[in-house]
C-alpha cells in the first residue's frame, strides 16, 4: 500500500511535470541527444558512489569496527536501491545489511549516516550560497518565487498565516518535552521506551564518531569530492544537447540543487518532483521550452536511476551469493 501509494504521487507529479508539453518535439528531441555525454556522467555517478562507501568507513572505524571496502560498498548499492520501494528505506536498509555482515550495532550505524545527511546538507547549502552570491538576480529569483513562495503560500492556506504555524508547533513542542520530563520515570519502565533510548544512544554513539576520527582531512576531501562529482554528473547532461551546450559549470550547480530539492521530496526516487523543478528551472532561468527542460530533466534522471538499480542489483546479487557459500561451509 505505502510503496503504491508513494508511486501514485510521483506519477501524479509527472503527470504535472509534463502537463502541457509537445510529446512528439519531446521525443525528437530525445533522439537528438548525445549519449556519449550520458555515459561520462554516469561515470562521474558510479566514481562518487566508491567514494561515499570509503567516507562511510572512516565513520564507522571510530565505533571500534573495520569494515572491508567491499561489503560497505555493497551494502551502501542495496540501500540505494531499496529507495525505489519507499523513500529513505535505503538509510535502513544499508545500516541492517553492513551490521549483519560486519557484526556493528546498527543503532551506531545509525549515527553514521545522520552525520553523512547532516554534511550533505551543509554541502548542498553551500552550494547554494555561491549561487547566490554570484548571480543573485538570477538564480535568487527563481528559489523565492518557485520554492520559498509556494512553500509559504501554502502555510498561510493551511494556517491562516505562518506565526500561527510557528506558535501551534513551538507549544506542542514544548508541551511534549514538559509531559516527557514529568513522567520520565514512569515511562522508563516500558519496553518499547528502553528500546527507543537504546537507539538514541547508538545515535549519540555514532555522532560522537567525527570527534574521535583519526583521518579528518580524508574525510573532508571525500565529502568535497563527492559533492564535486555531483556537479560534473550533473553538468556532463547539459552536453548532450544542442540547445543547452553553452551552460556553464555554475548552471550544474544550480541545475544540482534544485535536482537534489526534487530528490528530497518524499516520493520514490524523486520520481515526478525531480523531474517538475528541473524543467521548471531551465525554462525559469534559461528561458528554454518545456520540452527542452522535460528531455533533461528525463535524460538526468532516468540514466542515474538505471544506473544505480544495475549497481544495486549486483550488489545485492554479490552479497547473496557470498552468504550461500558461507551458509554452505557452516552446515558442511
Given at each position: 500500500m505505502k510503496i503504491a501509494g508513494f508511486l501514485a504521487l510521483g506519477f501524479l507529479l509527472l503527470y504535472f511535470a509534463f502537463r502541457g508539453v509537445a510529446l512528439d518535439q519531446l521525443a525528437s528531441t530525445l533522439k537528438r541527444a548525445n549519449f556519449w555525454w550520458i555515459g561520462l556522467s554516469l561515470l562521474f555517478a558510479a566514481v562518487s558512489f566508491f567514494s561515499r562507501a570509503r567516507r562511510w568507513i572512516l565513520l564507522i572505524e571510530p565505533l571500534g569496527y573495520k569494515p572491508t571496502f567491499w561489503n560497505t560498498y555493497h551494502s551502501l548499492m542495496i540501500g540505494y536501491l531499496s529507495n525505489f520501494a519507499l523513500p529513505?528505506?535505503?538509510?535502513?536498509?544499508?545500516?541492517?545489511?553492513?551490521?549483519?555482515?560486519?557484526?556493528?550495532?546498527?543503532?551506531?550505524?545509525?549515527?553514521?549516516?545522520?552525520?553523512?545527511?547532516?554534511?550533505?546538507?551543509?554541502?548542498?547549502?553551500?552550494?547554494?550560497?555561491?549561487?547566490?552570491?554570484?548571480?543573485?538576480?538570477?538564480?535568487?529569483?527563481?528559489?523565492?518565487?518557485?520554492?520559498?513562495?509556494?512553500?509559504?503560500?501554502?502555510?498561510?492556506?493551511?494556517?491562516?498565516?505562518?506565526?500561527?504555524?510557528?506558535?501551534?508547533?513551538g507549544v506542542v513542542i514544548f508541551a511534549a518535552f514538559l509531559l516527557l520530563y514529568m513522567f520520565r520515570k514512569q515511562l522508563s519502565k516500558f519496553a518499547i521506551i528502553q528500546k527507543v533510548l537504546k537507539i538514541l544512544k547508538g545515535i549519540v554513539d555514532g555522532l560522537k564518531t567525527i570527534y574521535k576520527m583519526?583521518?579528518?582531512?580524508?574525510?573532508?576531501?571525500?565529502?568535497?569530492?563527492?559533492?564535486?562529482?555531483?556537479?560534473?554528473?550533473?553538468?556532463?547532461v547539459v552536453f548532450s544537447l544542442k540547445e543547452t551546450s553553452g551552460l556553464t559549470f555554475i548552471d550544474g550547480m544550480f541545475l544540482l540543487v534544485i535536482g537534489g530539492l526534487g530528490m528530497a521530496a518524499p516520493v520514490t526516487a524523486g520520481i515526478g518532483a525531480y523531474h517538475w523543478i528541473t524543467s521548471r528551472g531551465l525554462v525559469f532561468v534559461y528561458d528554454f521550452p518545456m520540452e527542452l527542460g522535460g528531455a533533461y530533466a528525463i535524460l538526468a534522471h532516468e540514466s542515474n536511476s538505471l544506473l544505480t538499480i544495475l549497481m544495486g542489483v549486483i550488489s545485492y546479487s554479490v552479497l547473496t551469493m557470498k552468504q550461500k557459500k558461507v551458509s554452505s561451509k557452516s552446515e558442511s
Amino acid at each position: 500500500m505505502k510503496i503504491a501509494g508513494f508511486l501514485a504521487l510521483g506519477f501524479l507529479l509527472l503527470y504535472f511535470a509534463f502537463r502541457g508539453v509537445a510529446l512528439d518535439q519531446l521525443a525528437s528531441t530525445l533522439k537528438r541527444a548525445n549519449f556519449w555525454w550520458i555515459g561520462l556522467s554516469l561515470l562521474f555517478a558510479a566514481v562518487s558512489f566508491f567514494s561515499r562507501a570509503r567516507r562511510w568507513i572512516l565513520l564507522i572505524e571510530p565505533l571500534g569496527y573495520k569494515p572491508t571496502f567491499w561489503n560497505t560498498y555493497h551494502s551502501l548499492m542495496i540501500g540505494y536501491l531499496s529507495n525505489f520501494a519507499l523513500p529513505r528505506l535505503g538509510e535502513v536498509t544499508r545500516c541492517v545489511t553492513l551490521g549483519r555482515r560486519e557484526k556493528i550495532p546498527v543503532d551506531s550505524l545509525f549515527g553514521t549516516v545522520i552525520i553523512e545527511r547532516v554534511i550533505d546538507l551543509l554541502m548542498l547549502i553551500l552550494i547554494m550560497l555561491v549561487l547566490l552570491f554570484s548571480w543573485v538576480e538570477k538564480f535568487g529569483a527563481f528559489f523565492g518565487e518557485q520554492v520559498l513562495l509556494p512553500m509559504q503560500q501554502k502555510l498561510v492556506d493551511a494556517f491562516g498565516g505562518t506565526w500561527l504555524f510557528w506558535l501551534l508547533f513551538g507549544v506542542v513542542i514544548f508541551a511534549a518535552f514538559l509531559l516527557l520530563y514529568m513522567f520520565r520515570k514512569q515511562l522508563s519502565k516500558f519496553a518499547i521506551i528502553q528500546k527507543v533510548l537504546k537507539i538514541l544512544k547508538g545515535i549519540v554513539d555514532g555522532l560522537k564518531t567525527i570527534y574521535k576520527m583519526e583521518r579528518k582531512w580524508e574525510f573532508i576531501m571525500h565529502s568535497l569530492l563527492i559533492w564535486f562529482l555531483y556537479i560534473m554528473m550533473t553538468w556532463m547532461v547539459v552536453f548532450s544537447l544542442k540547445e543547452t551546450s553553452g551552460l556553464t559549470f555554475i548552471d550544474g550547480m544550480f541545475l544540482l540543487v534544485i535536482g537534489g530539492l526534487g530528490m528530497a521530496a518524499p516520493v520514490t526516487a524523486g520520481i515526478g518532483a525531480y523531474h517538475w523543478i528541473t524543467s521548471r528551472g531551465l525554462v525559469f532561468v534559461y528561458d528554454f521550452p518545456m520540452e527542452l527542460g522535460g528531455a533533461y530533466a528525463i535524460l538526468a534522471h532516468e540514466s542515474n536511476s538505471l544506473l544505480t538499480i544495475l549497481m544495486g542489483v549486483i550488489s545485492y546479487s554479490v552479497l547473496t551469493m557470498k552468504q550461500k557459500k558461507v551458509s554452505s561451509k557452516s552446515e558442511s
